[in-house]
């Protein structure tokens, strides 16, 4: 009998702490509803970040510049027994987007009147790009004469590499003439030449 009386209060204190908890859970379902934004259901789940870097990568757009620049300077040479190496070009002029310096070095064999060179080049300002010259048959220096001292000149294609400044991101290539005068073509002399030269091509920029 004592048993028997003692279980309908235990189920009561059972009965009465699910109600407590009940009573907390929505409680609490409604602090968050009052809390919580109109609207909040629907973007409480971010967008991947997979999803931003796609979107931010569409955002990209491609612009396309038609360069040219003409300058002038000076080249110095260095004369050996199997070709020419230019140590140093270095020039000034105007190109699209104002005013630069070129510099660069090369050099070639110099087997014949027309020869192949190679070398790497470079615009500063503000506004720059640096570039590689590759020997092959489109890039050539052409002497007018047989025998120093005659005149050069020079043709070829250098690809862009790198940019600075509005040419941030540059790629492409660019065709280039000039011109300049040897005096001499003897194995371990030196000398400092005057030189033009023009560049032409489209860049593309990617912003």
Not at 133 to 154: E, L
């Amino acid at each position: 009998m004592r048993n028997l009386s003692t279980s309908p209060r235990i189920e009561n204190k059972g009965s009465g702490a699910r109600k407590a908890m009940a009573i907390g859970a929505v409680g609490l379902i409604g602090t968050l509803m009052t809390v919580a934004p109109v609207g909040a259901a629907s973007t409480s789940h971010p967008a991947p970040s997979s999803h931003v870097a796609v979107a931010n990568h569409v955002a990209k757009k491609i612009v396309r510049v038609a360069f040219k620049g003409t300058y002038s300077g000076t080249i110095a040479l260095l004369w050996s027994s199997s070709g020419v190496e230019a140590t140093s070009v270095v020039g000034h002029g105007a190109g699209t987007y104002g005013a630069n310096t070129m510099t660069g070095t090369g050099g070639g064999s110099a087997a014949s009147t027309c020869d192949p060179f190679s070398g790497t080049g470079a615009l500063t300002g503000p506004s720059g790009l640096k570039m590689k010259i590759v020997s092959s048959p489109k890039t050539q220096a052409c002497a007018a004469g047989s025998a120093a001292p005659t005149s050069v000149s020079v043709k070829g294609v250098a690809t862009v590499v790198s940019g600075t400044g509005k040419f941030k991101g540059a790629t492409g290539t660019l065709n280039f003439t000039g011109s300049f005068s040897i005096q001499s073509t003897t194995a371990g002399s030196k000398e400092s030449d005057s030189f033009s030269a023009k560049l032409t091509g489209v860049l593309t920029i990617k912003k």
